[in-house]
């Protein structure tokens, strides 16, 4: 008899146990909607070109050998990750004042931020927005620190719910932590506007509150890389301090590489060394040090002018491809008169829409039509073709009808 034989079946992780059943399912039209990864208008992954090509200059490089990388991580790709989100001339990277460490993906990275600040900082409460990834409250939660949540989605509106936001990051404690999604908030598609962020930043900073932003969808929102960066840069400006966890998962397509970074924007250079010095304390009985690849090809991305500039128009056109499915959608809809407004398809931003549908709903459009999503009725619009966005159409109409 087996020693753990008392173990009960653990369930599936809500997002990727979508991908588990759609793999099961025999149907030629399934069409997987659940996971944020982008897909070709043939619906196939996607490795850009400007990743090859840095793969190949790095794989002909007969210097470049296995060794271990520090605990935090290649240097250079550590550098080129805080100039691309907080901006080349920004004065936290003059000044010094800040630490990156390379870290797992935005997951890693998060976790990371979670555990230092669980370990060293005086508030132990972080507010999540409500809705967010579903794995932020099981990151934190893990990482040690206590889970709230803050008010962000309007399901009247489908929009923000900015004076909810505004009341219940007013009634934090003093300290606590906030996260917040940096653009193309997950699974919303809704974002704060400028004007909305400089509000939330001013009563933030009055109160202490500490900014950790999630950073994985850089370039995706808007096309820009420096837009989308916008709101970091904002809180970065102040001279206040902040964390920011980065991911290359979607904006390099680096998935499967785990490639992401952590900084911490510090008062100044001797504390951020000091910090860091920590961080290293926090990850070396973790997984003692990252791996090599992955931050190596961002790195030969970055410092390299036209390779950068190349990944800039490859990013553009993923996003603008995103943008293209939203209005093809919405345009399906509207010829098939399907009830309600659907507006908010185009309004919303980055990989995801957050269509309104209820988990019955989307149950029974996975019976019926074999599309798989999350049961909160997100779909990834990186997942559509205009070949699929007909077949999406009849389902939702079908569905809400
Ligand atoms: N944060 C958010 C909001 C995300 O949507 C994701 C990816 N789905 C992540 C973090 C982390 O992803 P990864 O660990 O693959 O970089």
């Known amino acids: 008899n087996s020693v753990f034989a008392h173990i009960a079946r653990g369930p599936e992780d809500p997002i990727l146990g ?6 099961k399912d025999p149907s030629p039209v399934k069409l997987n909607l659940g996971v944020g990864a982008y897909r070709t208008e043939e619906g196939k992954p996607l490795v850009l070109n400007v990743v090859r090509k840095a793969e190949h200059m790095l794989v002909n490089d007969r210097s470049r050998v296995k060794e271990y990388l520090p605990i935090v991580g290649l240097a250079d790709f550590n550098k080129l990750s805080a100039k691309l989100i907080f901006g080349a001339d920004s004065p936290v990277i003059r000044e010094n004042r800040i630490t990156t460490v390379q870290c797992l993906s935005g997951t890693g990275s998060l976790r990371v931020g979670g555990e230092f600040l669980a370990k060293h900082y005086h508030q132990r409460t972080i507010y999540i ?42 009634s934090a404690p003093s300290g606590a932590i906030i996260l917040l999604h940096a653009c193309a908030h997950n699974p919303t598609g809704v974002d704060p506007t400028p004007q909305q962020w400089e509000q939330i930043r001013r009563l933030m900073r009055s ?9 994985a969808y850089q370039g995706f929102a808007s096309g820009s890389l420096d837009e989308d960066a916008q709101p970091v840069r904002m809180f970065a400006a102040d001279g206040g ?7 290359y998962a979607k904006n390099m397509g680096l998935y499967g590489e785990r490639v992401g970074a952590l900084s911490i924007v510090c ?25 090599i690849h992955g931050a190596s090809i961002v790195a030969a991305i970055l410092k390299d002018g036209n390779l950068y500039n190349e990944w800039t128009i490859e990013l553009k056109a993923m996003a603008d491809r995103i943008i293209s499915m939203r209005k093809q959608l919405f345009d399906a ?36 039509y074999h599309i798989y999503m999350t049961s909160d009725g997100r779909i990834s619009m990186a997942g559509l073709s205009s070949k699929s966005v007909p077949h999406l159409a009849d389902a939702i109409h079908a569905a809400v009808t």
């Open 18 to 23: 979508v991908t588990v059943a759609y793999n």
């Open 129 to 170: 927005p409500l809705p967010t990834w579903g794995n932020h409250p099981k990151v934190f939660t893990l990482a040690g620190l206590s889970v709230k949540t803050y008010r962000y989605y309007d399901p009247a509106t489908r929009g923000l719910n900015f004076q909810g936001l505004m009341e219940d990051l007013g």
């Open 207 to 215: 109160k202490a509150l500490m900014p950790f932003f999630d950073s």
């Open 241 to 247: 301090e902040l964390l920011v966890a980065q991911s």
């Open 267 to 291: 008062k100044d250079a001797d504390v951020a060394g000091r910090v860091e010095s920590q961080l290293k304390l926090v990850i070396r009985p973790m997984y003692s040090n990252p791996p």
């Open 333 to 368: 809809l509207r010829a098939r008169g399907t009830p309600g407004d659907w507006s908010h398809i185009i309004k919303q931003i980055g990989m995801f829409t957050f269509t309104g549908l209820n988990s019955e709903q989307v149950a029974f459009m996975t019976r019926e």
